[in-house]
């Protein structure tokens, strides 16, 4: 049972490029999420996904791009990526929403842009 | 605003001492509070969910209190050992508006605190 798993572990990107951050889960959750984690910040909020297709905003959504046609994946696309972008990205899933439901956590990928 | 605020940001205790880290919350309405431990380069693990009924929650060598008149909320580790080495993030949901249980309801999480624990 993989649980929730997120590909590549690590990423070295150009600024300009465009890289897709892969996310996938084998417990049927409804709900999934894409965090980045910055020293100095807690997790932030990038996008959300409630089930197949549809997707919402996040606190910080600006430079990436989310779809979800299958409930088991929800990749994350920067269109092109900039050294803001640099970051460590976890990737999530829940059940139902988060109000009552427990969320859990992909290892996440430590991106960098260069 | 919604703020979720841990103290201390940084501990260090030596292997079979105890310790307890805070968190303090302004997130309203509140429900529930869900204490993360984060081994470092992996993802956050849930240790514990209390929610507003809920003054103290065990979950082996940890327990979390919650006093939802105050706001707070203390994790203690008892006997720790080496690998509780970790960040703890605190993290609060809160409840959608006009929507029940299944809907998502916007997490507030805390910065952390960095538990590094020496032999």
């Known amino acids: 049972d993989a649980g929730i798993t997120q590909s590549p572990r690590y990423k070295i990107t150009e600024t300009g490029r465009q890289v897709t951050l892969m996310c996938h889960q084998t417990?049927?959750?409804?709900?999934m999420f894409w965090y980045r984690q910055d020293l100095g910040h807690g997790l932030r909020l990038i996008y959300y996904?409630?089930?197949?297709?549809?997707?919402d905003k996040g606190e910080v959504p600006d430079g990436y791009v989310v779809s979800r046609s299958k409930t088991e994946n929800f990749p994350l696309t920067l269109e092109s990526a900039t050294r803001s972008q640099t970051s460590v990205y976890f990737c999530?899933?829940?059940?139902?929403?988060?109000?009552?439901?427990?969320?859990?956590f992909g290892p996440g990928t430590r991106l960098t842009v260069t | 605003k919604n703020q979720v605020e841990q103290s201390p940001q940084s501990l260090i205790i030596l292997e079979g001492k105890n310790c307890t880290l805070q968190?303090?919350?302004?997130?309203?309405?509140?429900?529930?509070l869900r204490w993360y431990k984060q081994d470092t380069g992996r993802g956050p693990v849930s240790l514990t969910i209390?929610?507003?009924?809920?003054n103290t929650k065990s979950n082996g060598r940890y327990t979390a209190t919650l006093d939802a008149d105050t706001k707070q909320s203390s994790l203690h580790i008892t006997a720790s050992q080496l690998s509780d080495s970790a960040s703890y993030i605190c993290?609060?949901?809160?409840?959608?508006?006009?929507?029940?249980?299944?809907?998502?309801?916007?997490?507030?999480f805390g910065q952390g605190t960095i538990l590094t624990v020496h032999p």
């Open positions: 999530a899933s829940s059940e139902q929403g988060t109000f009552s439901y427990e969320q859990y």
């Open positions: 417990w049927s959750h409804s709900y």
């Open positions: 209390m929610t507003f009924s809920e």
């Open positions: 993290v609060v949901p809160s409840r959608p508006p006009n929507a029940g249980g299944t809907s998502y309801g916007k997490l507030t």
């Open positions: 996904s409630a089930a197949a297709d549809i997707t």
């Open positions: 968190c303090n919350y302004t997130v309203s309405p509140f429900s529930n």
